[in-house]
């Protein structure tokens, strides 16, 4: 199955037989829900023209993650769409805590605008414990955006304006989506085994908070909402109160 992972994508000391279970763990969950489940439309072409890239960030913190994410914009920059079309970056010792995750966006939002490739590249995310605003913990709904580990997406601006255009319907997917897994339900989606096997990925019983460190984990909360295809930005809901969060 193509895909590429460079040796020196992200900090850190990890295995790299643990790198490939990461990566491994993300082709199965794009080939299983998002590629079967038809629920990015998009995701097919460049997954069989082996045009996604695939890095695994060994961060623990924010400032690790920002440094390996200031890589891959530059790296896709770089590469011409042909070759490189998108890159997943994945970061399975790195904010477990979704809120915390959802927060993080706007550094990555604001590390975009610093390296001047605002309006050429945009970063999406997903995350395991992404929750929409309003919805349970259990709501099957919330899987259109969870991965097996904390991902950021980076995506050409061109390639969603030519999918888009492909596309004229993009803001039904959503809606389809969500008809799709309620179909579907959680022991359906459970018996597609797209989780994360990676040794060293986070419990979700540990205890969290942004004073306690990215390489710590929580259960998901309520506060976000947002839509996604092959990538999702949720925005906080301020009207929404975070509950759940362990001290």
Known sequence: ?????????????????????????????????VIDLNLCPFAKGVHTKGQIHYAVSHADDARGLLEDLRRELEALAEASSERRDTTLLMAPRCFPDFLDFNDFLELADELVEAMDLAGILQVASFHPRFQFAGTDVEDVGNCTNRAPYPTLHLLREDSIDRAVEAFPEAEEIF????????????????????GARCPFHPPADAPTGQDAGCAQGADAEPGAKGVAALGGRAEGDASVPPQGRQP
Do not use: C, F, Y
Request: proline fraction near 8%; hydrophobic fraction near 40%; aromatic fraction near 4%.
């Open 1 to 33: 199955m193509p895909h590429t992972m460079p040796a020196d994508a992200a900090s850190g000391s990890n295995r790299p037989d643990d790198d490939a279970l990461v990566v491994q763990d993300m082709v199965r969950w794009l080939e299983r829900a």
């Open 175 to 194: 809606e389809r989506n969500i008809e799709v897994l309620e179909q579907l339900g959680p022991e359906g989606w459970k018996a597609l085994d797209v």
